[in-house]
Nanobody
Framework: VQLVESGGGLVQPGGSLRLSCTAS????????MGWARQVPGKGLEWVSG???????YYADSVKGRFTVSRDNAKNTVYLQMNSLKPEDTAVYYC??????????????WGKGTLVTVSS
């Protein structure tokens, strides 16, 4: 099983980034997928998730700014991040499991991609 994130980088406040996570080694279309983030020295925060039927979940901190989507043909999940704030700075992890609402239900994790929001 492998989850590989990409798309992180440095962006100015108010800017946008799109993260991608490509999966292999399991039946992607049957899994819930999601994104969590972690600031160094702090706990893991669940950000967003999407079920196999396309229904989505967002943490209050990102609702209205982030959009999660998936392409089952490409085994890929995306996180479109708009109106980014300095407090969005973190390592973002992709995960796969049976729920899109929290990290506890995730079976597989990627290694993360760093997002830095700074002027």
């Amino acid at each position: 099983v492998q989850l590989v994130e990409s798309g992180g980088g440095l962006v100015q406040p108010g800017g946008s980034l799109r993260l991608s996570c490509t999966a292999s080694g399991f039946t992607f279309s049957t899994y819930a997928m999601g994104w969590a983030r972690q600031v160094p020295g702090k706990g893991l925060e669940w950000v967003s998730g999407i079920y196999d039927d396309g229904s989505t979940y967002y943490a209050d901190s990102v609702k209205g700014r982030f959009t999660v989507s998936r392409d089952n043909a490409k085994n890929t999940v995306y996180l479109q991040m708009n109106s980014l704030k300095p407090e969005d700075t973190a390592v973002y992890y992709c995960a796969a499991g049976f729920t899109a609402r929290c990290s506890l239900g995730m079976d597989y994790w990627g290694k993360g991609t760093l997002v830095t929001v700074s002027s």
